[in-house]
């Protein structure tokens, strides 16, 4: 999900302010000041000089779900680090016993 949303961050100049064009109404288009582009959170965002912005280019549902995919790895892997504990402490608790 990460690739996706920078895929669509790669772009030269001229495609940028194409993105920026196309994400603003043509009356703003004309006052494009600035850019900014983010990794983390994904987003690109077009600043224009009466001081609004813009998110352009990456899609609004890239963000949201890196969100609910970085929490479902989190809370994975703590299962998976409780479960080979317990499995450890089973094994362990079976050798005694033997």
């Keep these: 999900m990460y690739v996706w949303g920078a895929v669509h961050l790669v772009r030269d100049e ?3 302010n194409q ?3 196309d ?3 043509a009356a703003q288009a004309a006052h494009l000041s600035g850019v900014d582009v983010s990794l983390l959170p994904v987003h690109l965002n077009c600043y224009v000089t009466e001081g609004g912005s813009y998110a352009a280019a990456v899609p609004g549902y890239v963000n949201p779900a890196l969100l609910g995919l970085a929490l ?3 809370v994975l892997g703590v299962f998976a680090a409780l479960e080979s504990e317990r499995r450890a402490r089973d094994n362990f608790t079976k050798r005694e016993v033997s």
Aim: aromatic fraction near 0%; charged fraction near 10%; proline fraction near 8%.
């Design 14 to 16: 001229t495609m940028t």
């Design 19 to 21: 993105a920026c064009r």
């Design 23 to 25: 994400a603003m109404p």
């Design 72 to 74: 479902t790895a989190v």
